[in-house]
């Protein structure tokens, strides 16, 4: 019978991997077991390759880019990021992503399981034009005008930021790489992406030089969600403006983080949910606007006004707060 038969498959996947890792066979169970998931499991484990190989994938970061995407939908009354971390422990409960980390008993990061897995996701992200990966200047010339909707850089190479009209409708951008040059060349010109809902940005590298990224454009992203910075200096405008729909902030840059004014005073942020600053935003006195707000980290509370502190207490959806 069926149970029998998936039975058998279970108890020899391990030697067939250890035996013969190209195995024909091994790739065929694997695409049944692709095949086997909903419509929603499918995109979220298709999302994978917008991660470079071999790295750890923070848990909060998948599942709340998921929801930014518009990949999670409302049901029975239940909290997103509740389905979504659903859909997270499902993937792993079906071994196509494995934990890596734990804190307090819980998964942190993940990877994929198996290489095998990783070429199963290339392939069908690579079938739906699901995620677009630039590695090379090759990858660029080959790209020509298809539509892209998610655009992963893993190189620096200059060609990569010229327009395009296949550009127009990119939703997410994920950059892991290093500045090519003072000036940037490598670097996505976030002016060009319209569409834009999730933007990760983790630049790396060593400069003589006080290079900075300008991110005034993203004042004129207004459908963006997601925002996570590492690395490099990153220069905020005066005030990010009126993105209503803007969930996460999340600034992982150390003290690489300048700030022209404190960017939360004007800013209308009614969705805001996750908020996490290198410490060097302060606690403005827009802070009681921020009606949605869920995490505050790495708020800088040395200058702050006894008002501003009482405001705080009008946050009812606030549930973690890390202050410096």
């Given at each position: 019978?069926?149970?029998?038969?998936?039975?058998?498959?279970?108890?020899?996947?391990?030697?067939?991997?250890?035996?013969?890792?190209?195995?024909?066979?091994?790739?065929?169970?694997?695409?049944?077991s692709y095949n086997n998931l909903s419509w929603d499991l499918k995109t979220c484990f298709l999302y994978l390759h917008m991660y470079p190989e071999n790295i750890n994938i923070m848990k909060k970061d998948l599942v709340r880019q998921w929801i930014a995407e518009g990949f999670i939908t409302q049901r029975d009354n239940r909290d997103l990021e509740d389905i979504a971390e659903s859909y997270f422990r499902d993937l792993i409960n079906r071994s196509l992503i494995k934990p890596v980390q734990f804190k307090y008993g819980e998964v942190v990061s993940c990877r994929v399981v198996h290489n095998l897995l990783l070429d199963l996701i290339v392939e069908k992200s690579t079938e739906e034009n699901f995620v677009t990966v630039i590695s090379t200047d090759q990858d660029c010339s080959r790209r020509g005008n298809f539509l892209i909707r998610r655009l992963n850089y893993r190189s620096n190479c200059a060609n990569i930021i010229q327009a395009s009209e296949s550009l127009h409708q990119v939703r997410?951008?994920?950059?892991?790489?290093?500045?090519?040059?003072?000036?940037?060349?490598?670097?996505?010109?976030?002016?060009?992406?319209k569409a834009l809902r999730v933007l990760h940005l983790r630049i790396e590298g060593y400069f003589s030089f006080r290079a900075i990224y300008d991110l005034s454009p993203i004042c004129n992203l207004f459908q963006l969600r997601y925002l996570k910075l590492e690395g490099i200096?990153?220069?905020f405008p005066d005030t990010i403006g009126e993105l209503r729909y803007l969930q996460v902030v999340d600034i992982n840059c150390g003290t690489n983080l300048v700030l022209v004014g404190g960017f939360l005073s004007d800013a209308c942020l009614p969705s805001l949910r996750h908020l996490r600053t290198a410490g060097s935003e302060e606690l403005g006195r827009g802070i009681n606007r921020l009606t949605s707000i869920r995490t505050l980290e790495g708020i800088n509370f040395c200058n702050c006004s006894v008002?501003?502190?009482?405001?705080?207490?009008?946050?009812?959806n606030l549930r973690t707060l890390s202050v410096i």
């Open positions: 019978n069926k149970l029998d038969n998936w039975l058998k498959i279970k108890y020899s996947m391990g030697f067939e991997l250890e035996t013969n890792p190209n195995s024909k066979w091994m790739k065929h169970i694997l695409k049944l997410s951008i994920t950059y892991f790489g290093n500045w090519l040059h003072q000036r940037g060349e490598s670097l996505p010109r976030l002016r060009m992406f200096f990153f220069q008002e501003n502190i009482r405001h705080l207490g009008l946050l009812a």
